[in-house]
């Protein structure tokens, strides 16, 4: 045999005579011409006409098909139907039949279907040499000893439907093959070439200028023609010739089954020289072309046919005696192939046949343990590497553990990392062995991974850079930069590598978001280590920032777009300055300068480290960080919190900022605290006068610190002109202080008791005028009483007219005419005139429901109640017996202020006017304040009120007290009350002229029914003065009115 | 894959001098260093990229064996390059150039392009070929030489595109008669269509499909 350096197996079990002669039997002493298979059964025809159909079961139908002989016969694989072309006749008048077995005639054959000559008429009659019959049923093709082909379209199962052409150009010599490939060519093997036609064009190709013999050509895997010649095998495509395969002898027959071609060759020829009396023999070979084996080589006797059916091959030998090959299951050819250590082959023949992955993982594991056991470890690891995915990977990286066998590891590792199976541990693993090797032979296995950007090897690079850094940080990074893992890169350069500038040019290049959110993390570091740097980058970072590789206009900005400047809050950075206040400073400026816009945190942060830097910083310097507090403080825009700064600002003891923030916010008497407790006296009495008109007690503070005689002077005028401080409180104050002498308070108390002394000479006379009204009153009284009174005014007051009859007279020596007067006139008992100036006023609700509804009004009822309290309503009224006056006079409850001034009404009450608002709200209407002073007499009925004076004074008293309250609360405003000279007001009854000296205030609860409004202080102070003993009220007689 | 041109090789050389390998380096980049003896003839296919052109190279892998001779000539007819192959490691191969060289000149056309190539480069150890002989014999035969190793692939793939580019050029300046197939270079499917009028009567796939009556 030719057949040179493929390998040998046998992968076919031979079974001899498996029919059991059944066939032997029924063709006797025939010959068979054509041996045909398909749809599960074989078609054996016979020299004498006879075709038998032969089941699996070896069930044999014959029936007569030609009445001389068979010469071609096709079964189609997947139809019932048998094409066979014969001879009924003798001569040369070849038939083709169509059998359809599946049906049968009378005679039980199976039906021919069709029966047409295979010459057409206009050719000289020829033998037919080849037949084809395309699957589809529907092309049939025959060839004839004289070179011509003719094609039949059509049903073939149908008597003479189709079209026949005869093919031009297929040459003169004997057609030996036909074969369809697909349903437009038409592979034409003749004696002398090979051709390939199309049927649609009828046009034909010669592909070779070789022929075959017949039966020697056959279409493999349905798209190449495999032709035998003497000296090789051919492959053809309908391009042109394919490879070829070098196999000297004769060939008889070609088969053709799955990816098999079956050669039987003649062998005696071979042998003829050698050994003539042989019997004739024959010897078959299997080949499988795609992975060029020789797969079953064995001599038999004479062939007769080669059939593929039923899943393998059956040979019939010319006696008639049928052989099995039966093709050895998957696992016995590959346990054969084991067994020689054929372990490739094993591997090419299972993925030929798709053995499952997992089978064809254990070959590659035996075939690497093979080569390992061999020493072959280069080789080996290249199985094992095919493995992957599947086979445990310890198994495979144990056996490599070895530092020599370092490089397999490091190729199974790889691919491991390449395929993505890789866990950290190979990660791991696979770093440590390039460490190893580079320590070897520097081979800079490490470096290239490191350097492989495009990350052929998918890693875990975070167990790489931290198996890396053990190693070389140098490579640790340059890995980290590779595959931008920054915060590794940052970690190592700043913890390993101490190299904070590197860092910080690290940054800059980052992306905004990125830049930031590392700054914030290593920022701290970094400041403390390269201050200046670090903190112009957050300089840009705060303000504009733009990765330093990015060119400077990039496309958005050429388009014209704006782009929102990334920018991130400088509040996030400002605690990393912890130590330095100079760079934090620095950077500060920077961000108040560039954006106004800052958080409070910013200028807190700002003001802070000012002041920090200012309590550090040598005197000379010291000034101008004041300068930059006060410029900060004073800036509008500045959004610092003020009173974390003055807290700042009094820890460090920064006066300036101190007095700053006192004034921004209104505590001046702070202020004047702090320049008293500096023992400034000077600059807080110039508080005192700038701030003084809002806030009177400034001059109290300093009088209380004490403060320098030199001072005093200014500090009493103003307390005596304002009436801040009551005289003797003065006095108490400035005796505690040993220092002051007379001499220095001697012009003030030589003013007070002057104006005292005023005081005291005007009401004196103001009482001696009451007195002299008092007694000119009674004498109007007694006139009216017991004097005619003349009316002599001759004009009516209404008209101004002359008064003619009838009129009306009232005692006010108003007269009118009666008419006028009921024209103006409300009612007959009054007088018009008199009415008009002084409208009846109303009556003042129930003096508990005006309790109430305040109590309800106002924010704090208990302050309302304490101040009811305050005013002893609810107490028993200490009654003060006074000496008989001329004018019977009633003790009754202190008389009360209003009592309007809330508490921040009098919070109010101080400077310029606040006494005089006072008055006002006590005394409710003015009129009744200016009848006081102008001495007026009342010559009408209601308007005039003698105040008493006592409640003035009284008054007067409370205004200081008040304020002392609020500053010390030393004293009682009660005492003053009791204290008073002119404690003892007088208030004229209207009801009781003249009362028992002592009453006690059993019925007088203001809060009960039978109280009497009229006692009532607080009874609708807007309209009517509870004093006023005119007052209208529900007891009071109208008809008492001396004036009505 | 559609391709502008096809283009047929053929390796030829001694017996083991590595042609297979050649082939399987440069079609499936892949060595196997225990190869079954060529029998006949064998072929590879792979598509290039020359000048932005998709070029498709059909190489014939022959047998070196002497028995094997007589098939093997009968495809040196339509090659448009040849790969002579020797190995460096061996003089007796180089020795034999002469006899394969007149060998193809004989049987194919004469414009085919042939390239020398000294295969086994990287058994530097065993050299027995200088390279400097081996560009002498090139020069004096007007051939274009490399040195290859098949089982590292240096200088593979430039060997079968070099060859490529010098057919290409030859094409361009008009050497070549594509439209004859017997020189080896087919156009391809939408080029013919395209470019070349005439060239339908070449076979290239001219007729239409027919359908079934």
């Known amino acids: ?1044 | 894959m559609a391709y502008a041109y096809l283009f047929k090789y053929i390796i030829i050389g001694d017996t083991g001098v590595g042609k297979s390998c050649l082939l399987l380096q440069f079609t499936d980049k892949r060595f196997q260093p225990v190869h079954d003896l060529t029998i006949g003839v064998e072929f590879g296919a792979r598509m290039i990229t020359i000048d932005g052109k998709q070029i498709k190279l059909q190489i014939w892998d022959t047998a070196g064996q002497e028995a094997f001779r007589s098939i093997t000539r009968s495809y040196y007819r339509g090659a448009a390059g040849a790969l002579l192959v020797y190995d460096i490691t061996r003089r007796d191969t180089f020795n034999h150039l002469t006899t394969w060289l007149e060998d193809a000149r004989q049987h194919s056309n004469s414009n085919m392009v042939i390239m020398l190539i000294g295969n086994k480069s990287d058994l530097e150890s065993r050299r027995e070929v200088k390279k400097e002989e081996g560009e002498a014999f090139a020069r004096e035969h007007g051939l274009v030489f490399m040195e290859t190793s098949a089982k590292t692939a240096a200088n593979v793939e430039e060997a079968f595109i070099n060859t490529a580019k010098e057919i290409y050029e030859k094409i361009q300046e008009g050497v070549f008669d594509i439209n004859n197939e017997a020189n080896g270079i087919k156009i391809g499917p939408q080029h013919s269509n395209a470019g070349a009028g005439g060239a339908g009567g070449a076979g290239a796939g001219g007729a239409p499909p027919g359908g079934c009556c």
């Open chain 1, 1 to 1044: 045999m030719a057949f040179l350096e493929w390998r040998r197996f046998t992968f076919f079990d031979v079974h001899r005579n498996i029919d059991n002669g059944k066939i032997a039997e029924c063709l006797q002493d025939t010959n068979v011409t054509v041996a045909t298979s398909g749809n599960n059964h074989v078609v054996l025809c016979d020299v004498t006409g006879w075709a038998h159909l032969i089941s699996r079961s070896w069930e044999i139908t014959s029936f007569k098909a030609y009445d001389l002989t068979v010469s071609l016969a096709q079964q189609l694989p997947h139809d019932p139907y048998l094409v066979t072309i014969g001879e009924n006749e003798a001569g040369v008048t070849p038939l083709i039949k169509v059998w359809d077995w599946s049906r049968v005639d009378r005679h039980g054959n199976p039906q021919c279907v069709r029966t047409s000559r295979a010459v057409p008429s206009h050719m000289y009659p020829t033998q037919a040499t080849a037949l084809a019959v395309h699957d589809n049923k529907n092309l049939l093709a025959v060839g004839f000893q004289d070179g011509s082909v003719t094609l039949y379209r059509g049903d073939i199962a149908r008597q003479r439907s189709g079209k026949m052409k005869t093919l031009p150009d297929t040459g003169s010599s004997p057609i030996t093959g036909l074969a369809f490939k697909g349903a437009d060519k038409l592979f034409v093997v003749s004696r002398a070439c090979v051709m390939v036609c199309w049927t649609s064009s009828e046009r034909c190709t010669v592909l070779d200028a070789m022929g075959a013999a017949p039966a020697c050509s056959v279409l493999a895997d349905g798209h190449r023609l495999t032709v035998a010649t003497t000296d090789a095998i051919y492959c053809y495509t309908t391009e042109g010739r394919g490879p070829c395969y070098a196999l000297e002898g004769e060939k008889l027959r070609l088969n053709w089954f799955r990816s098999y071609l079956v050669i039987t060759t003649n062998e005696t020829s071979n042998k003829a020289s050698s050994s003539t009396n042989t019997p004739k023999s024959h010897h078959i070979t299997i080949l499988d072309i795609q992975n060029k084996f020789i797969v079953f080589s064995k001599s038999f006797e004479e062939i007769d046919a080669v059939l593929t059916e039923w899943g393998s091959f059956y040979i019939l030998t010319k006696n008639k005696e049928m052989i099995y090959l039966e093709e050895k299951d998957l696992q016995s050819k590959l346990s054969l192939l084991f067994k020689k250590n054929l372990y490739d082959v094993a591997i090419r023949i299972a993925s030929s046949q798709h053995y499952d992955a997992e089978g064809l993982t254990e070959i590659y594991k035996q075939y690497g343990d093979h080569l390992y056991n061999k020493g072959d470890l280069k080789c080996a690891i290249d199985q094992y590497v095919k493995t992957i995915g599947w086979l445990e990977t310890s198994y495979v990286i144990r056996k490599y553990l070895e530092s020599r066998h370092l490089e397999p590891l490091i190729q199974y590792l790889e691919e491991l990392h390449k395929k993505g199976f890789a866990t950290e541990d190979h990660t791991t693993l696979l770093l440590t062995c390039y460490v190893k090797i580079d320590q070897h032979d520097h081979q800079g296995k490490l470096k290239e991974f490191i350097n492989s950007k495009d990350k052929v090897i998918d890693f875990d690079v975070d167990v790489a850079i931290k198996v890396v850094r053990q190693v070389s940080v140098d490579d640790a990074l340059s890995l980290a930069a590779n595959h931008k893992r920054h915060d590794w890169y940052l970690r190592m350069v700043i913890e390993d590598k101490k190299e904070f500038k590197q860092a910080l040019d690290y940054i800059a290049e980052l992306e905004f978001d990125d830049a930031d959110m590392y700054m914030k993390k290593y920022g701290h570091k970094l400041i403390q280590h390269e201050p200046e740097e670090s903190t112009n980058l957050l300089k840009l970072l705060c303000t504009d920032y733009k990765p330093r590789s990015c060119p400077l206009a990039d496309e958005s900005s050429l388009t014209g777009r704006f782009r929102e400047p990334d920018r991130s809050f400088p509040d996030d950075y400002v605690h990393m300055f912890l130590s330095n206040s100079e760079r934090l400073i620095d950077f500060l400026e920077h961000m108040i300068a560039t954006d106004t816009n800052c958080s409070s945190l910013v200028y807190n942060a700002l003001i802070e480290h000012y002041i920090h830097v200012w309590a550090k910083s040598p005197e000379a310097e010291k000034k101008t960080y004041e300068q930059k507090v006060l410029t900060v403080l004073k800036d509008p825009d500045a959004d610092y919190d003020k009173d974390q700064t003055l807290i700042i600002c009094q820890m460090l003891g920064f006066k300036t900022g101190i007095l700053h923030l006192y004034e921004e916010k209104k505590l001046w008497r702070s202020q004047v605290a702090l320049h008293l407790r500096d023992g400034q006296a000077e600059l807080a009495l110039s508080v005192c006068r700038r701030r003084g008109a809002a806030c009177p007690r400034l001059w109290l503070d300093v009088l209380w610190a004490p403060p320098p005689p030199a001072c005093l002077p200014e500090l009493l005028r103003v307390v005596d002109s304002e009436k801040l401080l009551s005289p003797i409180l003065v006095i108490d104050c400035l005796a505690s202080t040993p220092t002051y002498t007379l001499g220095d308070v001697r012009k003030y108390l030589m003013d007070v008791l002057k104006s005292e002394d005023e005081v005291i000479t005007r009401e004196q006379e103001l009482a001696s005028k009451y007195k002299s009204e008092i007694e000119k009153m009674k004498a109007q009284i007694q006139t009216i009483q017991n004097e005619a009174v003349i009316f002599q005014s001759s004009r009516c007051a209404a008209c101004n007219r002359p008064l003619e009859m009838p009129t009306v007279h009232f005692l006010c020596q108003h007269s009118f005419h009666q008419d006028c007067f009921q024209t103006y006139s409300e009612s007959e008992r009054e007088c018009p005139s008199c009415v008009s100036s002084a409208p009846p006023p109303r009556a003042p609700p129930a003096g508990a429901e005006l309790l109430h509804s305040r109590l309800l009004a106002d924010h704090d009822p208990f302050a309302v109640v304490s101040e009811y309290f305050g005013r002893g309503l609810f107490n028993k009224v200490t009654v003060v017996t006074e000496p008989p006056e001329p004018s019977p006079t009633a003790p009754v409850p202190t008389p009360a202020p209003a009592p309007a001034p809330a508490p921040a009404v009098a919070a109010q009450s101080y400077g310029p006017g606040a006494e005089a608002k006072l008055r006002l709200q006590e005394g409710q209407s003015k009129q009744v304040f200016v009848s006081n002073t102008a001495k007026q007499v009342a010559p009408k009925g209601t308007s005039v009120i003698p105040v008493p004076e006592g409640r003035m004074r009284l008054m007067e008293q409370q205004q200081y007290s008040s304020s002392l309250e609020a500053n010390m609360t030393k004293l009682e405003p009660q005492i003053h009350t009791k204290k008073s000279p002119f404690a003892s007001p007088s208030v004229v009854r209207k009801k009781e002229p003249k009362i028992s000296s002592t009453i006690t205030n059993d019925n007088r609860n203001p809060f009960d029914e039978n109280y009497d409004e009229s006692k009532n202080p607080f009874a609708d102070e807007t309209k009517n003065d509870p004093t006023n003993p005119f007052g209208d009220d529900e007891d009071y007689d109208k008809n008492l009115n001396p004036f009505s």
